[in-house]
């Protein structure tokens, strides 16, 4: 764990660099966004000296570690509120849209993958592997749209966008809990199959035990155990990934506030948006791999 939190501190330096790097090598300039094309020389000049954007580069990320030790993300340039009270806005619907989506993918992934190795090398196994394979080669920013268009514009069951109405929610969550499931459903369908050749296997079968009982008692729990990795990166990838989805439903979370500030040019929020997403990254794998190592003896012992 010790070593783990070294690498946490590395990945956030790593992360504030790079994104503070990268951002301002972005063409554009925020003070021509922000004034127009038409303020005078004079005026950029003053409101650039104001947001220190005039000072070098190591001045301006110097003064930003400086900020952020003290848990001073800044303010935006653009509205000038405080952008940790942007994020503490932004970030609870995201928390809200990954939750369900996670939801979504393991409810439909595991029991289809379950379904898929007990059935193994039939046609329905071949049609759950078809299908999942469709789904997890289908992107956001295509799949979106055709559930926006069928369900929303076509059958009007759902709103097409925004989070006026609480079953604005389905839409986005559908879209990425389908690709989600049908990665969970492979990774369970192999899990299961390995598991069902082991030792302890024939040994519970020749003790006479019912087979649903071996499936569920024996089997199934061995198997999760890498599915529960694989839960907890998908996770991490469901804060990072909610970009397009959010932006494609207008669901004001933290990928569409992301956007939005690079639009923008809002340096301040933009670097607390990218660091939000990449913390959330690094803290669930760091659990991801507490939770494996409570529960497999095996990864306790290899780490000692």
């Known amino acids: 764990m010790i070593k783990k939190l ?22 554009g300039d925020p003070i021509e966004v922000m004034l127009g094309e038409s303020a005078s020389a004079a005026d950029r000049a003053e409101l650039r000296a104001d947001l220190g954007l005039d000072k070098p580069l190591i001045d301006q990320f110097g003064s930003y570690l400086n900020k952020f030790a003290q848990g001073d993300l800044g303010n ?9 009270d942007l994020i503490k806005t932004r970030y609870p619907a995201t928390l809200k849209l990954a939750a369900l989506s996670l939801l979504i993918g393991l409810v439909i992934g ?14 329905q196994d071949f049609v759950v ?31 097409v966008s925004g989070m006026e109405s609480r079953t604005s ?62 839960v ?10 909610t970009v397009i989805t959010e932006t494609i439903f207008s669901w004001d979370g933290i990928g569409r506030l992301l956007v939005e500030s690079i639009e923008k040019r809002d340096y301040p929020v933009t670097q607390a948006c990218v660091l939000v997403v ?10 991801t791999d507490i939770t494996y190592a409570r529960l497999d003896p095996r990864v306790r012992l290899s780490h000692d």
């Open 129 to 159: 592997t078809i299908i999942s394979v469709r789904f997890s080669a289908m992107p956001a920013f295509w799949l979106g749209p055709m559930l926006m268009l069928v369900f929303a514009v076509w059958l009007g069951w759902l709103p």
């Open 232 to 241: 907890g990166l998908q996770m991490g990838s469901l804060l990072a990934g």
């Open 278 to 287: 990449a913390l959330s990254y690094v803290m669930v794998n760091f659990i």
């Open 76 to 84: 935006s340039i653009h509205t000038k509120m405080p952008v940790i």
């Open 110 to 123: 595991i029991p289809l993958g379950i379904y898929a190795a007990l059935k193994a090398n039939h046609w």
């Open 169 to 230: 929610i389905i839409l986005p969550a559908v879209t990425l809990g389908f690709g989600l499931s049908a990665i969970l459903t492979r990774m369970t369908r192999t899990s299961l199959l390995e598991v069902l050749n082991e030792d302890f296997i024939r040994t519970a079968r020749a003790k006479g035990l019912s087979e649903k009982t071996v499936i569920a008692r024996h089997a199934l729990r061995a198997a999760l155990l890498p599915i529960i990795t694989i």
């Open 6 to 27: 070294f690498g946490l501190f590395a990945v956030i330096f790593g992360v504030l660099l790079l994104t503070f790097l990268l951002i301002h090598l972005v063409p």
